[in-house]
């Protein structure tokens, strides 16, 4: 299978073109850069690799949670190109991408969004449960108490750490994902396209910080 890959809600804007197991392409754009340079990087992983897009199996497109700006562009090249070229198209959560190969629980992924702002996602033996909002607020709001168990972190882990010591909950960190972009294109092999590139939308994690103001 052949699938090109889009990630952009993390920290940069990524692409990679992969063959089965192999990476045959990839550019990394600052996430500033995306909405000038993002089809450019795409473009530049095709003359790399020497494949064209009719040579495609899949496009993977990273749904968030992370930035608003990164995550916008990359779902809105993906969803044109997946339109364009007749090409299923699926989404793969910015949680699993940063815990991608974990098995430890209990475990809590934390995605930054704007400063100070973050996603959480906590998963135990009893399933899971998420919180957005400032750093300390969102992490109470998902462990009001201290659990007896140490707490794996995957993410964003150095703020979630230094709150967590302080409210006395041990955790230990879980290596970080090297690429993101890769790590997104490896679960997208084990995951379903969607119906329609429509169905897929952002994962935001909070509401935006500017709203349009309403007419009195």
Request: one cysteine or more.
């Amino acid at each position: 299978m052949r699938l090109l890959a889009i990630e952009g809600a993390l920290g940069a804007f990524e692409c990679a073109l992969l063959g089965e197991d192999l990476v045959l392409a990839r550019r990394r754009v600052e996430s500033n850069q995306a909405l000038e340079a993002g089809l450019s990087a795409i473009a530049e992983t095709f003359d790399e690799s020497g494949i064209s897009p009719d040579e495609l199996d899949l496009i993977a497109v990273g749904l968030g949670p992370g930035g608003f700006t990164g995550l916008r562009v990359a779902l809105s090249y993906a969803k044109a190109l997946a339109f364009a070229w007749k090409l299923p198209l699926l989404g793969i959560s910015s949680f699993d991408t940063l815990e991608a190969g974990a098995q430890q629980l209990p475990r809590l992924c934390i995605v930054e969004g704007r400063p100070g702002i973050i996603s959480a996602r906590l998963r135990t033996g009893d399933g899971e449960r998420r919180a957005s909002g400032e750093s300390a607020a969102a992490i109470a709001e998902l462990l009001p108490q201290p659990l007896a168990e140490p707490l794996a972190l995957a993410g964003a882990t150095a703020g979630a750490a230094r709150i967590l010591a302080e409210r006395g909950q041990p955790v230990f960190s879980l290596p970080q994902v090297p690429s993101p972009v890769l790590a997104l294109a490896r679960l997208a092999r084990a995951t379903p396209a969607a119906a329609s590139p429509h169905a897929l939308v952002a994962d935001y994690g909070e509401a935006p910080a500017a709203k349009v103001p309403t007419r009195t």
